[in-house]
T-cell receptor
């Protein structure tokens, strides 16, 4: 169990640029989640995959956001035309398919700063 | 819709003492799970303890225990024999049992541990 890995740890970019983050879940976990956490707040759900299928998207996920999980392994989250309000910590989590007591395991997150 | 409320932005406890963090929630689901997650500064979020709503017995994990009051929709975390390493943000979270398992988090409580 190597844990959930996220890359990069930090990303600084100018407003209007596109950014892409990567998440590698724990290998046997088929569920993958993206959350966004702003300063002083708890994480907010963005989207969820079961294997390669994106099953739910939050209304927080505007048209500028897109997430993929090709082949049901790693996932990418892309933000196009970044805005100041996109500055946040983006957290990835993974878990096994729903069963009793299967918690989500979180990565270290990617901190995005928009200049 | 689900909501999780943590009304204590900050708490402080002396080493070796006991502290209780409060959490209330609201959900229309009949079956759900409740969690406490710990997020140390600049480190990943880790699961502290979980409670299944259909279980009346309060969960315990070593020095951590919960007081689950289902009728009152209250889920407090008690930390006994506090240690310096317990200093962190603590988030209460809720997920329905039979759906996507996305977590709804509270705003967190920052716990300081003093000598």
């Amino acid at each position: 169990d190597t844990g959930v890995s996220q890359d990069p740890r930090h990303k600084i970019t100018k407003r209007g640029q596109n950014v892409t983050f990567r998440c590698d879940p724990i290998s046997e976990h088929n569920r993958l989640y993206w959350y966004r956490q702003t300063l002083g707040q708890g994480p907010e759900f963005l989207t969820y995959f079961q294997n390669e299928a994106q099953l739910e998207k939050s209304r927080l996920l505007s048209d500028r956001f897109s997430a993929e999980r090709p082949k049901g392994s790693f996932s990418t989250l892309e933000i196009q035309r970044t805005e100041q309000g996109d500055s946040a910590m983006y957290l990835c989590a993974s878990s096994r398919e729903q069963a009793l007591n299967q918690p989500q395991h979180f990565g270290d997150g990617t901190r995005l700063s928009i200049l | 819709a689900q909501t999780v409320t943590q009304s204590q932005p900050e708490m402080s406890v002396q080493e070796a003492e006991t502290v209780t963090l409060s959490c209330t929630y609201d959900t229309s689901e009949s079956d759900y799970y409740l969690f406490w997650y710990k997020q140390p500064p600049s480190r990943q979020m880790i699961l502290v303890i979980r409670q299944e709503a259909y279980k009346q017995q309060n969960a315990t994990e070593n020095r951590f225990s919960v007081n689950f009051q289902k009728a009152a929709k209250s889920f407090s975390l008690k930390i006994s024999d506090s240690q310096l390493g317990d200093a962190a943000m603590y988030f209460c979270a809720l997920t329905p049992a039979l759906r996507t398992s996305k977590l709804t988090f509270g705003t967190g409580t920052r716990l300081q541990v003093t000598l």
